[in-house]
């Protein structure tokens, strides 16, 4: 379920940086970087679900939640 989820979100994100790549739009540049911490929200919780004794998924959650903060800053600017 999270693979296909993971897979469909990827996709989306990179659609959109393509996009904005080429057409030199940085009004998508906070909807990139959203998607992009959704994603890593999802591959975090594949990495816990796992129960591998790394610290790789609190690295995951912990850039999400980066990216969710300079996205929204981004938003409100």
């Known amino acids: 379920m999270l693979k296909k989820i993971r897979m469909t ?8 940086s393509l996009y904005g790549l080429f057409s030199n739009h940085n009004e998508m540049l906070p909807f990139t970087m959203a998607g992009l911490a959704v994603l890593m ?3 975090g919780t594949e990495e816990h679900q796992k129960n591998r ?5 609190y690295l ?3 850039v999400a939640a980066y990216l969710l903060l ?8």
């Open 70 to 77: 300079v996205s929204i800053q981004d938003f409100i600017n």
């Open 53 to 57: 004794k790394s610290y790789q998924s």
């Open 9 to 16: 979100i990827s996709i989306i994100v990179l659609g959109l």
């Open 60 to 62: 995951f959650f912990g």
């Open 41 to 43: 929200v999802i591959m």
